[in-house]
């Protein structure tokens, strides 16, 4: 796209100098003759202040004539004047895509899972507006949208809104025009264009008015008869010689005339292609609907009958294809059409088993259905007999399906009078209420009549059936305007010349129209079609064959194309779908990898887009080769989450994938390639992505071997990415090097907020970088730092740095060698800092010592709510500690004390803790020999504390008196969720008094019995016991010498008594 020119001086130009009306006359007729750029230093007409329409006096009389016109023409609709909001506010994109330049609009909205990547927007009273202060307003605007999404709509909404002076203030003068009115001539001047679509301007001329601004809006790009030709058209700069109509527009895009003239395009993607980039200022997104503006729009379609409405809601919802074909709204009023007439009918007997419609095709066989029935005309005329339904229906498709096709095949999409008569199209047929279900006229400027279909889609479907029904009896090329080609005998040799020049199509415009013919032979919609449209078991033999033929169009290429997608899709709409589901099977049970042929990689790409699984997340481990990989890499672009762990990839599928990252396209936002073979050349190839990538948040990286260099690529893109919010480059060797890098890139980077550095052999050198760089960072929330080698000095540095940083949320310093010195600075820090809500320190080296400071920092700390003490020497000295300053503190939440060498003494000062504590939900003492006596005080705690959840006492010498404390614990608690005795000697008598309480208490929801010497007879007490439990939802027992056969009795008395309860024997 064209880069806009800045505004001397930075002014916004909202303003203009005054003149004479001489002056005035003489600017406009500059203006419009196409003398003076847009440097130009003529006088400007006064301007109006943007908050006030408008006001007839003087020769501003014509323009408001022209006003009341364009209201008259835009008529009364409930949508004019108060549009919906995603007309009001309009995608701001960068330019088209290859998916748009390339491919059918179903395909862009299958593809794309009905997204829109965009998070700018533009409000419709600002479109023609500078962006900023120092831009100016653009000259050349598109605005895109697939078939069907509103682009007329927002058109007629605009020039309604400017009418009444509510939008567009800065223009003067709007003149709308559609590419249909633009159809009607061979030859047309630039002036002559003009005065056809304002009247208004008199003997005089548009020169008799003084004008500030003007905006031409030209819709409809797509329907334009002769593609615009941007290297061949000669330039004119003359307004009154007449030229070709391709050739007008050209010139006017190009600015040889009337460069002064504002002009907004409205178009399909692929047409808009046309026109080259660098012409183009501005270019805007219509969306379309989404998940709420879809059930509203069936509401409006039946708001009398909200069972009707839900019923309709629920049916596209049940076929994923269908429901994302809904966000575009013509469809959506199509699919509601048909859906509602077939629950109003309600089936009989013999249409029972062919409804609801679960394909393209088949939603189409009930909306042709619904028009041969006259749905909407008035109840009082008579249904017509079957026999007439029959001819009627024949008669539409032998009249429209010529014309449908025809247009289809050369890219026609607008009809006139002289068209329908070289094609023999019975006009007075074009008049009935039948054929308005399909066709639509509209009278142009020049009073000719245009018609269209009423959807894009409609004419595709009629064009199938017509092909359908014609290929019985033709005997050449029916895609041959003239005849002449070589005899074609046969449905399939039809049926496969149909779809070699589907296949051949680079922009896939025969794609839907090869879905649909394919969907005429499928049993359904036959039987649905029966009579009227089709002959019952009209090709029903050649099922087989069109499958096999379909499936051998799948050619071993190096990547699966959309037209190989498409190919899957009409196997679909053909009911034939075994090779789909043997891939779906095989990526369930991880069988993928012997798949390889080239139909099993076009079924796992179809699978990747209709999926609903892989719509979540494109879950490919253990499966894929480089080679499988390469020919789903032009699919891969649109789906949101992968995963292609374990793989063994190497550095060269990295510059693959990387490609794939780089394209305008890519929709990825999240991906893991953990656990590959991928070197710092591979992650300089990711690297190189990330500069211009914009989709990408999350990076999962651990376990590669990319190294220092490989963490000094990625850290240069992070310098210059905008997007990325989370890396992991665990288990990668980056050492201190890497590490000095990727401090280098925090120091600059605004987004990311979550890296992984664990295991990374980073030692004091490249953790003092690291806090260097957090102590200017303000955006990264949490940093693993686990399991590397930063030792006292590390956690010196660290300290500094969070009695700077106000950001961090998370560290994780486990197995760092962090001693008493290292924990005395942190939690210095900690009496400071009021960010940091997680702090792991398991497996250091902290003393008795060290705890105290530990107390200290949380008698003083007020936010954070989780601590990691598992694995160091704290004893019973340091946990009483502890314990004394978790009395005191009302933020902790989580605090994990296992295998810290702790006894009864300390059990007991964190069961009187526990007693006054408010805050903390989660208490780990597993692996800590407190016995009967510290089980029991904690018991004590549990019968007034109301606020812890989860109690975690594996393996910590508790017998059967701990475990009958407990029980009496519970039969008065009622907010202990979890309980984990795992790995301890309560016995049977324990486990009697644990599920003696079990029968009043009701919070429990897990309870880990295992390995406790329970026996048979421990295990039918805890199982016949639950029957008066109502809020156990799983329970483990196993390691208790059950045996096989009383596991099986067990469980079966267990789902007898707790049917909600899961039991692990």
Not at 69 to 90: C, D, F, I, M, Q
Not at 525 to 533: D, K, P
Request: proline share 4%; with cysteine; glycine share 8%.
């Amino acid at each position: 796209m064209r880069k806009q020119e800045l505004r001397p001086g930075g002014e916004t130009g909202q303003g203009h100098t005054a003149s004479s009306p001489a002056e005035q006359v003489k600017a406009l007729v500059d203006l419009l003759a196409g003398k003076g750029g847009q440097g130009s230093q003529a006088p400007q007409p006064p301007s109006r202040t943007p908050e006030c329409p408008l006001k007839p006096h003087g020769n501003d009389l014509r323009i408001q004539r022209h006003r009341e016109a364009l209201l008259n023409r835009t008529g009364v609709s409930p949508e004019l004047g108060s549009p919906s909001p995603r007309l009001t506010s309009l995608l701001l994109v960068e330019g088209l895509t290859d998916l748009q330049l390339r491919e059918h609009d179903f395909t862009q909205v299958e593809a794309t899972r009905g997204g829109w990547c965009s998070a700018k927007t533009i409000a419709l009273d600002r479109l023609f507006l500078p962006l900023s202060r120092v831009s100016i307003p653009p000259r050349i605007s598109i605005t895109i949208g697939v078939a069907g999404v509103g682009k007329t709509t927002l058109v007629r909404n605009f020039v309604h809104l400017w009418a009444q002076g509510q939008v567009g203030k800065d223009f003067s003068l709007v003149l709308p025009l559609t590419f249909r009115d633009l159809n009607t001539h061979e030859k047309l001047s630039a002036d002559r264009l003009l005065r056809s679509v304002f009247p208004h301007a008199g003997e005089a001329g548009l020169a008799s008015v003084a004008l500030s601004k003007v905006l031409l809006v030209l819709d409809g790009l797509d329907e334009c008869k002769t593609p615009l030709d941007f290297s061949n058209t000669v330039a004119c700069t003359d307004p009154k010689k007449e030229i070709q109509v391709d050739h007008l527009i050209t010139n006017i895009i190009r600015g040889n005339l009337f460069p002064e003239v504002s002009v907004w395009i409205t178009s399909r993607p692929s047409a808009a292609g046309q026109i080259p980039g660098g012409l183009v200022d501005r270019m805007t997104e219509i969306r379309g609907f989404s998940e709420e503006e879809i059930k509203t729009c069936l509401e409006q379609m039946f708001p009398e009958d909200p069972i009707l409405t839900g019923w309709v809601l629920s049916q596209v919802q049940a076929d994923r294809t269908l429901y994302l074909m809904c966000t575009v709204p013509a469809f959506c009023r199509l699919a509601g059409a048909a859906l509602g007439h077939l629950h109003r009918k309600r089936p009989g007997p013999p249409d029972a088993e062919l409804w609801p419609p679960r394909t393209l095709c088949e939603l189409y066989a009930w909306y042709f259905r619904m028009a041969l029935g006259g749905e909407g005309q008035e109840k009082a005329k008579a249904s017509p007999r079957i026999e007439q339904l029959a001819h009627s229906g024949r008669k539409l498709v032998g009249t429209l399906g010529r014309l449908a096709f025809h247009g289809l095949v050369r890219k026609k999409y607008v009809f006139y009078e002289p068209d329908l008569k070289v094609l023999g199209v019975d006009l007075t047929l074009l008049q009935t209420a039948l054929c308005g279900r399909f066709l639509q006229r509209e009278e142009t400027l020049a009073s000719a009549a245009a018609y269209c279909f009423t959807h894009l889609s409609l004419q595709e479907f009629v064009a199938a059936a017509y092909y359908c029904s014609a290929s019985k009896r033709a005997i050449f090329d029916l895609f041959t305007e003239g005849g002449v080609s070589w005899p074609r005998l046969g449905f399939l040799t039809h049926f496969r010349s149909a779809a070699q020049r589907a296949m051949q199509a680079e922009d896939g415009r025969l794609d839907v129209f090869l879905r649909f013919l394919s969907g005429l032979l499928s049993p359904r919609v036959n039987a649905l079609l029966a009579g009227s449209l089709l002959t019952q078991g009209e090709h029903q033999g050649y099922r087989a064959q069109v499958a096999e033929l379909l499936q051998g169009c799948l050619r071993p290429d190096v990547a699966v194309c959309a037209r190989a997608v498409n190919v899957l899709r009409c196997l679909r709409e053909l009911q034939h779908n075994e090779l789909t589901r043997s891939v779906e099977e095989a990526v369930a049970s991880g069988g993928l990898a012997r798949l390889t042929s080239p139909p099993h990689r076009a079924a796992l790409a179809y699978l990747l887009q209709v999926s609903d699984g892989c719509a979540q997340e494109a879950s490919l481990p253990l499966c894929l080769s480089p080679g499988v990989l390469q020919s789903l890499l032009p699919q891969l672009l649109y789906c949101r989450n992968l995963r292609l762990d374990t793989n063994q990839f190497q550095d060269p599928v990295m510059e693959l994938l990387g490609s794939v990252l780089s394209g305008k396209d890519c929709r990825i936002q999240r991906i893991s390639l953990a656990e590959n073979q991928i070197s710092n050349k591979g992650a300089k190839a990711l690297a190189r992505s990330l500069l211009v990538n914009r989709s990408l948040t999350t990076l999962d990286l651990r376990s590669n071997s990319i190294g220092p260099q490989g963490a000094k690529a990625l850290a240069d893109a992070l310098k210059i990415n905008r997007t990325l919010a989370s890396l992991s480059l665990q288990s990668n060797r980056i050492r201190d090097d890497g590490a000095r890098s990727m401090a280098e890139a925090l120091a600059t980077n605004r987004t990311l907020s979550v890296l992984h550095l664990q295991k990374n052999s980073i030692g004091p050198v490249g953790t003092q970088q690291m806090a260097d760089a957090l102590k200017q960072n303000r955006s990264l929330k949490e940093l693993m730092f686990s399991s590397n080698s930063i030792g006292d000095g590390g956690a010196k540095a660290l300290a500094e740095a969070l009695m700077v940083n106000q950001g961090l949320r998370s560290l994780d310093l486990q197995s760092n060698s962090i001693s008493d010195p290292g924990v005395a600075a942190l939690m210095g820090a900690l009496c400071t800092n009021q960010t940091l809500l997680s702090l792991n320190l398991r497996e250091n080296s902290i003393s008795p010592e060290g705890a105290q400071d530990l107390a200290r920092a949380l008698r003083t700390n007020s936010t954070l709510k989780s601590l990691d003490l598992t694995a160091n020497l704290l004893h019973d000295q340091g946990a009483q500690a502890v314990a004394e300053a978790v009395r005191e503190n009302c933020a902790l939440t989580s605090l994990h004390l296992q295998w810290n060498f702790i006894q009864a003494g300390a059990a007991k000062a964190l069961g009187q803790a526990l007693q006054l504590n408010t805050s903390l939900t989660s208490l780990d003492l597993q692996e800590n020999a407190i016995g009967d006596e510290g089980a029991s005080a904690v018991a004590s705690a549990l019968k007034v504390n109301t606020a812890l959840t989860a109690l975690y006492l594996q393996v910590a010498s508790i017998g059967a008196p701990g475990a009958q404390a407990l029980g009496e614990a519970l039969a008065v608690n009622r907010t202990l969720e979890i309980l984990d005795l795992r790995g301890n000697t309560i016995e049977v008598a324990g486990a009697k008094a644990l599920v003696n309480a079990l029968k009043v208490n009701s919070s429990l929801r897990r309870l880990n019995l295992q390995e406790n010497s329970l026996g048979m007879e421990g295990a039918i007490c805890v199982a016949t016991a639950l029957s008066g439990n109502h809020g156990l939802r799983h329970i483990n027992l196993q390691g208790n010498h059950i045996g096989e056969s009383g596991a099986r009795m067990i469980s079966e008395a267990i789902k007898t008594n707790a049917p909600l309860c899961t039991v692990e024997m």
